[in-house]
């Protein structure tokens, strides 16, 4: 006969202190655990989707970010010529020069100056990086001291806000517009004309930084690396802009992935042994209540069946409330240095219905595993010894 | 002393509780030596910074280089004791995934600006002799296998090419802090060399007399500079390194969040496990009261018993992390340094016996409180 359902849910509503402390540790666990995976999963995605199918970044041989790059008008001009590159009714195209620098803006969250990534493109820009959309305003226009700002920069810098006047190098911009772009890198930056951007920061107007380029398809990529290759002129590195990107965060995932990881292990083996110690000794401490069920005819697997579902209930509740309590962080927003430029980098963290689910797992796994043993141990003890015990 | 058998009686009397108690212990106190390790690693840069040094950027953007003239009005002003300069020049030895700092410095000048790097004497005659030799940290070199005379490939991401250095020192620190990273050589070598830029370098930096003069000198020297071509945002080292950990992300807040939900656990945990084994033992200490011993001694037993458990299994938690942190930088040569330091290492054992202590209290007043005739009577 089954031990009834009722057993479990009053012994752990008589042990309140043990049953809490239990869950109050897997809640811990789980919440971080949900909050580091968010982050990490928030970050990946905002580099995926900077980065679309069949666009191709390039970048002068051996510069390792768009910032010390350096390509000339001769190279841009010889790379569009190339048969591969889409082009639209009237024969132009889909590529964009563009140069990156940093520069200072108040950072509203830390009170101090912060670095954003400035890039200076042509009209061009929007036809190659099609996930930009222009949500408030307009785009700039050729020749005209004016920003277009991402929405995430508008949101991190004092006095990025549309029809507002800012100072960059002796000279005034206007900002007309703020765009989007599927939570992506671009939404972090502000965008302006490319040649007053070489202007303001005194660089020869016949070189660019990098190109982006969008091809006919995707299958054409490596047609297009060998095209480039065999031309002597073109001393350039070509990449996917997946690829590119990817290689971009690499300080960064790898800070948040073994840092995170590593403490997120470290607290796991920790909630295993805490969860462990308070269900084992609220286990030891019954020894004589178990014996007597035993002593009445219940059989030992039935108990251990009660015991484990007792240990399930409270992971089912130490979970449930870890992952309630890693809920607000969904869309939090959060921002990060980019390493490879020394500007910031804003990305929301990700919590999915599946990582719930993981979250959920791993608390179970958490439970059960600190239930099983000290469950099949309480049954092997003779019940007549048990009930002797001092 | 002579009720010692007594505690290690109650010590393995269940030797599961006893590994999973100190199990407790040692994971919180590791994850603790861990957090301390990470935070020092991202604070590097403003632990290390002289109060007396100020840097002077482009204000623009520190991107943007100053021209080299500036140099000379520097010294002008009252109270300077020194002035350096340095560039980034942004390369990588052989794969960018090797990432150190490298820096063309003005080397009549740097190190003694910098005079925690700590360079042997003739190592830096041969530095100065040489107009391809550079100066590298020694956990550079180490991790490269870089030995004295070494020709150094390094590719130049901003000035194309591949440039080859001979190493003819290496420096190390005065302090743990102190970033054994970087690889430095003469400004006058990237002069020479680079296409463009020439006659401009990257930053100033200005030590002063007394730091307190820090504030009026950097604003001298941005008005000195305001309304030229090439304006100046001037400020305490210490600023600007914390300009940028600031800018990583609020680290602080969340190696002390998580350290609090995990030392909140610990203390629930451990006070609930002494808690349920007093009361397990209830009948033990009503005998031990029969036969004389006294509330109090008994209050102190149970208090010794859970600073036992800290203190084992807390001390060996932070042990061991101090161990993994000896090891080096767990993201292969992202952090510049990775260590526990001395103030943490103290804190660390203040809070191991606070909480064995905390851990102990409650359970200690049930045993203190405990009435004979009740506690035998149970059943």
């Keep these: ?138 785009f700039f226009r050729e020749g005209m001291y004016e920003f277009v700002v991402g929405k995430n920069a508008a949101n991190m810098y004092e006095g990025l806000e549309i029809n507002k006047e800012v100072k960059l190098g002796g000279r005034t911009f206007k900002v007309v517009g703020i765009m989007e772009s599927d939570g992506s890198l671009y939404e972090s930056e502000v965008w302006c004309d490319l040649r007053l951007l070489q202007e303001t920061y005194k660089r020869p107007l016949n070189i660019v930084s990098t190109i982006f380029l969008t091809l006919k398809t995707k299958s054409d990529f490596s047609e297009f690396k060998k095209a480039v290759e065999k031309d002597p002129r073109l001393n350039l590195d070509v990449k996917t802009e997946k690829e590119f990107f990817e290689e971009q965060s690499r300080v960064i995932t790898t800070l948040i992935r073994i840092l995170g990881f590593l403490v997120a292990m470290v607290m796991a083996i920790g909630a295993v042994f805490a969860a462990f110690n308070t269900i084992y000794s609220s286990l030891a401490a019954r020894t004589k209540e178990l014996a007597t069920l035993r002593a009445i005819g219940f059989s030992p697997l039935s108990i251990i069946g009660a015991l484990l579902f007792e240990s399930l209930i409270i992971s089912f509740c130490g979970g449930f409330l870890g992952c309630l309590l890693s809920l607000p962080l969904d869309e939090f927003s959060a921002s990060t240095l980019n390493f490879q430029s020394f500007s910031q980098v804003a990305f929301t963290f990700e919590i999915s219905f599946s990582l719930l689910l993981q979250g959920m797992l791993f608390a179970f796994i958490i439970g059960i595993s600190a239930g099983s043993l000290p469950a099949i141990r309480s049954t092997k003890l003779k019940p007549s010894d048990a009930l002797r015990e001092v | 002393m002579k009720f010692l058998f007594l505690l290690a009686a109650n010590i393995k009397r269940k030797k599961i509780r006893t590994f999973l108690t100190l199990g407790s212990y040692f994971t919180a106190f590791l994850l603790f030596g861990l957090l301390s390790a990470i935070k020092s690693a991202f604070n590097q840069g403003v632990d290390v910074a002289g109060a007396n040094r100020i840097v002077v950027g482009n204000k623009t953007s520190i991107i943007m280089p100053l021209p ?37 410095v003005d080397s009549y000048t740097y190190f003694d600006v910098y005079s925690e790097f700590k360079i042997e004497k003739n190592q830096f005659l041969d530095f100065m002799k040489d107009r391809q030799g550079c100066i ?123 350290g609090a939900i995990v030392f909140l656990t610990l203390l629930l945990v451990t006070s609930n496990t002494m808690e349920l084994s007093v009361r397990e033992r209830s009948a033990e200490f009503a005998v031990l009261k029969t036969i004389g011993f006294s509330d109090s001694l008994l209050y102190f037993l149970t208090i010794s018993e859970s600073l036992f458990y800290s203190f084992m299994g807390g001390s060996l938690g932070i042990l061991v ?36 202590f905390l851990s102990g209290i409650l359970p200690a007043r049930r045993v203190y409180k405990l009435r004979i005739v009740e506690a035998l009577g149970r059943i």
Excluded at chain 2, 226 to 246: C, M, R
Excluded at chain 2, 333 to 340: E, R, S, T
């Design chain 1, 1 to 138: 006969m089954p031990v009834p359902v009722t057993y479990s849910l009053n012994s752990i509503k008589a042990r309140k202190t043990s049953s809490t402390t239990a869950i109050l540790c897997i809640a811990g666990v789980v919440c971080v655990f949900v909050a580091v995976m968010a982050m990490a999963n928030g970050f990946s995605k905002m580099l995926k989707s900077t980065g679309l199918e069949n666009n191709l970044i390039i970048l002068r041989k051996g510069s390792s970010a768009e910032m010390m790059s350096v390509i000339s008008k001769e190279q841009f001009k010889a790379v569009g010529d190339i048969n591969l590159v889409k082009r639209d009714k009237s024969g132009n195209p889909f590529i964009s020069g563009e140069i990156v620098v940093v520069a200072p803006f108040f950072h509203k969250a830390t009170k101090t100056n912060a670095l954003a990534q400035v890039r200076g493109v042509q009209t061009a820009a929007l036809g190659v990086h099609r996930q930009v959309k222009i949500v408030k305003g307009r």
């Design chain 2, 68 to 104: 080299i003239s500036y140099m000379e009005k520097f010294f002008e002003l009252n109270g300077v004791k020194n002035v350096t300069y340095a560039s980034w020049f942004g390369g990588y030895y052989k794969d960018p995934k090797n990432f150190f700092a490298q820096m063309a």
């Design chain 2, 136 to 258: 590298v940290g020694k956990k550079t070199a180490e991790k490269y296998g870089f030995k004295i005379g070494d020709k150094i490939p390094i590719i130049a991401s901003v000035w194309g090419g591949v440039w080859e250095f001979n190493l003819r020192a290496i420096y190390t620190g005065t302090k743990p802090e102190d970033d054994l990273t970087q690889f430095f050589f003469h400004a006058s070598y990237l002069e020479e060399r680079r296409p463009w830029g020439k006659g401009m370098v990257g930053w100033y930096i200005v030590e002063i007399e007394k730091p307190e003069l820090a504030f009026s000198i950097s604003r001298e020297i941005d008005s000195i500079f305001s309304n030229s071509p090439y304006e100046t945002k001037s400020d305490t080292e210490k600023a600007f390194a914390l300009g940028f950990v600031k800018q990583i992300g609020n680290i602080e807040l969340i190696i002390l969040s998580i």
């Design chain 2, 321 to 356: 992390a101090k161990l993994f942190t000896l090891k080096g930088d767990p993201t292969g040569g992202f952090l510049p340094v990775f260590y526990i330091s001395m103030n943490q290492m103290v804190l660390g054992f203040l809070l191991i016996f606070v909480f064995g």
